[in-house]
């Protein structure tokens, strides 16, 4: 059976806007209907590199609930600091 070619559709490091780098993400396509993700994270703080692959179809709900899971994070810091501020 013939490996399937990977085919790269993007990439970029992570944590850059926080504490520091922690991995560069690279997203490819090996067939007409699958996604490679691959975090590398060894070369930047000594974790276990990521792998996964998903159907291209799940993309899009991937996109869905990281976007969730990113408001969510904005919305519970805003009400923290709001809650700080009314404290004083």
Same mark, same amino acid.
């Given at each position: 059976?013939?490996?399937?070619?990977? *085919?790269?559709?993007?990439?970029?490091?992570? /944590? !850059?806007?926080?504490?520091?780098?922690?991995?560069?993400?690279?997203?490819? $396509?090996?067939?007409?209907?699958?996604?490679? *993700?691959?975090?590398?994270?060894?070369?930047? /703080? !000594?974790?276990?590199?990521?792998?996964?692959?998903?159907?291209?179809?799940? $993309?899009?709900?991937?996109?869905?609930?990281?976007?969730?899971?990113?408001?969510?994070?904005?919305?519970?810091?805003?009400?923290?600091?709001?809650?700080?501020?009314?404290?004083?």
């Amino acid at each position: 059976m013939q490996k399937s070619r990977m *085919i790269p559709l993007a990439k970029g490091l992570i /944590g !850059g806007k926080g504490e520091g780098i922690h991995g560069q993400l690279e997203v490819f $396509l090996t067939n007409h209907d699958t996604i490679e *993700i691959v975090f590398h994270r060894k070369p930047y /703080g !000594g974790a276990s590199n990521v792998d996964f692959s998903i159907s291209c179809d799940d $993309l899009q709900d991937m996109i869905n609930i990281l976007s969730e899971a990113k408001e969510k994070s904005d919305n519970y810091w805003l009400s923290r600091a709001a809650t700080t501020e009314s404290k004083r």
